[in-house]
Nanobody, 125 residues
């Protein structure tokens, strides 16, 4: 069982930055692929980024490449999402997720087993 708690969301102007954190409980955090997803009002949940259990491989959706960086600290059971050059279209509830999928990286929400409660990110124009 893994419990995930996100923090770091808020209101920021376009062009600004935020860093989201996701603290995980459980002794097996380092064995999970971690992902960040987001859901805007009236839209489906979409994958933003994911990172392998060792941190050597990452995935980013095209619209955030070059602006967002996912990282993890297995000693602290924490995964981060650094978001720079934020745009109004990045406004959404951001969710952290953990998936036990071995060596794969996945952008499909169905591959993730545990979810946080979400944190709101609002980017004003």
């Amino acid at each position: 069982q893994v419990q995930l708690v996100e923090s770091g969301g808020g209101l920021v102007q376009a062009g600004g930055s935020l860093r989201l954190s996701c603290a995980a409980s459980g002794r097996t955090f380092s064995s999970y692929v971690m992902g960040w997803f987001r859901q805007a009002p009236g839209k489906e949940r979409e994958a933003v980024a994911s990172i392998s259990w060792g941190g050597s491989r990452t995935y980013y959706r095209d619209s955030v490449k070059g602006r967002f960086t996912i990282s993890r600290d297995n000693a602290k059971n924490t995964v981060y999402l650094q978001m720079n050059s934020l745009k109004p279209e990045d406004t959404a509830v951001y969710y952290c997720a953990a998936g036990n999928m071995g060596l794969r990286l996945s952008s499909s929400s169905s591959d993730y087993d545990y979810w946080g409660q979400g944190t709101q990110v609002t980017v004003s124009s």
